[in-house]
């Protein structure tokens, strides 16, 4: 009876756990140190308290599994809970060798914001389209682009903050 109410335990203990060591490290990522603090705090309480559940019936194989598989399971919804948390503003430079103006006018219709430039590359002249997005919106933006040049350079850098223009998800059209 005991071991039925200690493993599920383990494996709750651990998701919770490891769900927030990952928010931790998003929040060291973005120095908010008192929240990060506090984060680590639960995090190492929940952590010792269920290893030395573990550490002390080495001989329950289920709860060394229940351990691992909260490890992995927290790893999963850490990550989940960071994406929906987060708030970063990516700044994207994309680069098609041929299909520039059909990524922009696709990028526009789809709603995203871009700022097109001239460069100049190895073999010449390059356009250069940016686009300011939340994070979160990365994915759609690649799914985009790569549908029309799959061979388009992209670069992303994490933008510190924004004032003014326009960014997909940031701030409504007018």
């Not at 002390?56 to 809970?81: E, H, P, R, S």
Request: with cysteine.
């Amino acid at each position: 009876m005991d071991m039925l109410i200690w493993v599920p335990i383990i494996f709750i203990g651990r998701v919770v756990d490891v769900s927030l060591g990952t928010i931790r490290f998003n929040m060291i990522i973005r120095r908010r140190k008192i929240f990060a603090a506090v984060i680590g705090f639960i995090e190492v309480t929940i952590f010792i308290a269920v290893i030395a559940r573990v550490v002390q019936d080495l001989d329950n194989f289920y709860g060394i599994l229940a351990y691992g598989a909260g490890f992995a399971a927290g790893t999963l919804i850490g990550i989940k809970i960071s994406e929906k948390l987060s708030r970063d503003l990516i700044s994207t430079n994309i680069i098609s060798k041929k299909h520039s103006v059909e990524i922009e006018a696709m990028l526009r219709e789809k709603g995203f914001g871009a700022t097109c430039y001239q460069g100049t590359g190895k073999e010449g002249g390059v356009r250069i389209i940016n686009v300011i997005c939340r994070e979160a919106m990365l994915y759609n933006l690649n799914k985009i682009v790569s549908k029309i040049d799959p061979n388009a350079f992209m670069v992303n850098h994490t933008l510190e903050g924004l004032r003014g223009g326009y960014g997909y998800g940031l701030k409504g059209k007018k």
